[in-house]
């Protein structure tokens, strides 16, 4: 049996064909991760096909060296990263580098902050708030087109964002909360860990590839169903996702420079697309692109 992997790097091809080893043959299927040998050196790939009637090319093929037993990548994100390919010009195994954790294989370690029970209840809404809140989750139930929530800062925005991720996981869905990297401060911190506790992981800068590796796990395993932080907590996959909160969305700290480039606002809409979940953004001064969804009526727009 052979295996169609698409390896994690630059490539002018899609895929490669490995052959399957013997003990991996019950135990590969599509998304799986795994070690192989391109060129000189030893890289992860995901495997995209699975040809159970052996092909033979004009060359020798290359055997599967082993596979990562603790995750998999869902068919929704390989899409995605197809997707991603083709909209932002990279090369396939780029995009797919970009859903899959840090490689790291060493004891868990603490992470940055502390897990806590649930201790705190949410704020009352005021009626606004409310009538804001009932029409995203109206939404949520029928259409799932993407929602503005459109508030000067101190608006209590947060407030509706912490009432919806509280309702997700009530439906025992996720949430991905992105924040610009700046305001991802020990007091916000906080605040969520007050009112969800050890559904929380953390995702940002200073953390450790350890750490990082591991809260990838916590929030793709369903361990945990909250996420929050800048854009790279995007990629973190989910396979029952709810909802996407992009907070502040005109931030340029949402752009990718360096390649493969990519707007987590835009992929933000694909992934909540293709995980039949919702997007929600919030801001005081949306982008001009988002002014003008609303002109086209394909996004709804709150104040």
């Known amino acids: 049996m052979q295996a169609e992997i698409i390896p994690e790097t630059k490539t002018d091809r899609d895929s490669f064909t490995y052959k399957i080893p013997t003990e991996l043959i019950n135990k590969l299927s599509i998304g799986s991760i795994v070690y192989i040998e391109f060129g000189k050196r030893k890289i992860r790939g995901v495997v995209?096909?699975?040809?159970?009637?052996?092909?033979?090319?004009?060359?020798?093929?290359?055997?599967i060296l082993s596979m990562e037993e603790s995750y998999k990548l869902s068919s929704e994100y390989i899409n995605i990263a197809r997707w991603v390919s083709d909209y932002y010009l990279c090369s396939?195994?780029?995009?797919?580098?970009?859903?899959?954790?840090?490689?790291?294989?060493?004891?868990?370690?603490?992470?940055?902050?502390?897990?806590?029970?649930?201790?705190?209840?949410?704020?009352?809404?005021?009626?606004?708030?409310?009538?804001?809140?009932?029409?995203?989750?109206?939404?949520?139930?029928?259409?799932?087109?993407?929602a503005l929530i459109f508030g000067v800062t101190g608006s209590g925005k947060t407030e509706i964002y912490l009432a919806l991720a509280k309702k997700m996981l009530e439906i025992k869905r996720s949430v991905i909360f992105l924040v610009p990297e700046i305001v991802l401060t020990p007091q916000n911190i906080s605040r969520f860990q007050r009112v969800f506790g050890d559904e929380?992981?953390?995702?940002?800068?200073?953390?450790?590839?350890?750490?990082?590796?591991?809260?990838?796990?916590?929030?793709?395993?369903?361990?945990?169903?909250?996420?929050?932080?800048?854009?790279?907590?995007?990629?973190?996959?989910?396979?029952?996702?709810?909802?996407?909160?992009?907070?502040?969305?005109?931030?340029?700290?949402?752009?990718?420079e360096q390649n493969p480039r990519y707007d987590a606002t835009t992929l933000a809409e694909i992934i909540a697309l293709k995980n039949n979940s919702?997007?929600?953004?919030?801001?005081?001064?949306?982008?001009?692109?988002?002014?003008?969804?609303?002109?086209?009526?394909?996004?709804?727009?709150i104040k």
């Open 48 to 63: 995209v096909k699975i040809n159970k009637i052996e092909i033979c090319p004009k060359y020798k093929i290359k055997t």
């Open 92 to 146: 396939s195994g780029e995009a797919i580098s970009l859903f899959l954790p840090p490689e790291m294989k060493r004891p868990r370690q603490q992470l940055g902050f502390a897990e806590k029970k649930v201790t705190a209840k949410l704020e009352k809404l005021t009626i606004e708030q409310r009538q804001i809140f009932e029409g995203i989750i109206g939404d949520f139930n029928t259409q799932r087109k993407p």
């Open 200 to 256: 929380v992981c953390i995702m940002h800068s200073k953390l450790s590839k350890s750490e990082k590796y591991h809260c990838y796990l916590d929030f793709s395993s369903g361990k945990k169903n909250v996420i929050i932080g800048p854009r790279s907590a995007l990629l973190v996959p989910s396979n029952n996702l709810g909802m996407i909160i992009i907070d502040e969305e005109q931030e340029d700290s949402y752009k990718q």
């Open 278 to 301: 919702m997007l929600v953004l919030g801001s005081a001064t949306p982008r001009l692109e988002t002014f003008l969804r609303r002109k086209k009526e394909s996004i709804n727009f």
